[in-house]
C-alpha cells in the first residue's frame, strides 16, 4: 500500500468536487464505507475507510476540495484517480503522483485505467 494524491495544478476558479458524488462513487466501488466527516487538517477534512480486496484503505479530502489523498494499493488508487477527474471539470489540470513524487502525470479527462498505469511506467 502506498500514499497517492490527485490535485488541481493552478488555480481552481472556486470548484470543488461534489463531495456526495465522490461518496457515492467510492461506495459504488468498496463495500461498508464509513464516513468520518471530523477535519483534523488541511490535507485531511472528510475521510472515507472501506476493506479493499487487499485489505483496509483510506481516502482523504483536501479542505479545499481540490484533490484526495489515497492510502491504498496502486490499482485501487488508480480507479479512484480517474473517478475524481470525471468529477472534475475538463477545462481543470489535475496531477496524480504518489507520495515520493516518484512518478507525477497529467490526469487527461478521457484517462481509462489501463492508459494511467502506463503512464505511470513510462515516467
Not at 492510502?71 to 515520493?100: M, N
Amino acid at each position: 500500500m502506498a500514499t497517492f494524491m490527485v490535485f488541481v495544478e493552478g488555480e481552481a476558479g472556486g470548484w470543488r468536487v461534489d463531495r456526495e458524488a465522490l461518496t457515492a462513487a467510492i461506495r459504488g466501488r468498496w463495500a461498508d464505507v464509513e464516513i468520518a466527516p471530523t477535519h483534523r487538517s488541511v490535507a485531511r477534512s472528510f475521510c472515507w475507510s472501506f476493506e479493499t480486496q487487499d485489505g483496509p484503505g483510506e481516502v482523504y479530502l483536501h479542505e479545499d476540495g481540490t484533490g484526495i489523498y489515497m492510502d491504498l494499493w496502486q490499482d485501487d488508487a488508480v480507479r479512484l484517480a480517474v473517478v475524481f477527474r470525471r468529477l472534475t471539470p475538463v477545462g481543470l489540470d489535475l496531477v496524480f503522483c504518489d507520495e515520493g513524487y516518484n512518478f507525477d502525470v497529467r490526469l487527461r479527462s478521457d484517462a481509462t485505467d489501463a492508459e494511467l498505469i502506463k503512464m505511470m511506467s513510462d515516467v
